[in-house]
């Protein structure tokens, strides 16, 4: 599963939360252009069914669209923030977003999961 702890930095190194342990988002490059990444470089995606600052991707869904986890005391600061999910996880969000990997992605800079259904999306900067 996709991790990010509490520290998030953006590609020019920006840090918006601090943390002892820690895991990175950043903007990265693909064939979509700039889309945001998890800290090993893997695409991130919004999903159109999610409310602002809610996820509505569960069960089989959160399955296959693995929620970028947060830590239990995370703290969001600027445009990321950090959502309660229904089963009492924390979730990093941006711009209100709830941010989520795809299970068949299997290398940095994979897009495979853009356009999936009309309701996934490459998470743009």
């Not at 889309?35 to 296959?64: F, H, I, W």
């Not at 923030?81 to 977003?97: C, E, F, M, P, Y």
């Not at 990997?101 to 290398?107: A, E």
Request: proline share 5%.
């Amino acid at each position: 599963m996709l991790k990010l702890g509490l520290t998030v930095a953006l590609a020019a190194g920006v840090v918006l939360s601090a943390s002892a342990a820690f895991a990175q988002a950043k903007v990265g490059e693909t064939s979509k252009g700039k889309t945001l990444v998890d800290g090993k470089g893997m695409t991130l995606y919004t999903y159109d069914r999610d409310e602002p600052n809610k996820s509505n991707c569960v069960g089989m869904c959160a399955q296959n669209w693995p929620p970028l986890t947060a830590v239990a005391d995370a703290k969001g600061t600027g445009e990321w923030t950090v959502i309660t999910r229904a089963d009492g996880t924390k979730q990093w969000a941006h711009k209100g977003k709830p941010l989520y990997g795809w299970t068949k992605d299997s290398k940095p800079g994979d897009v495979m999961g853009d356009g999936v259904n009309n309701v996934w999306h490459v998470a743009q900067p």
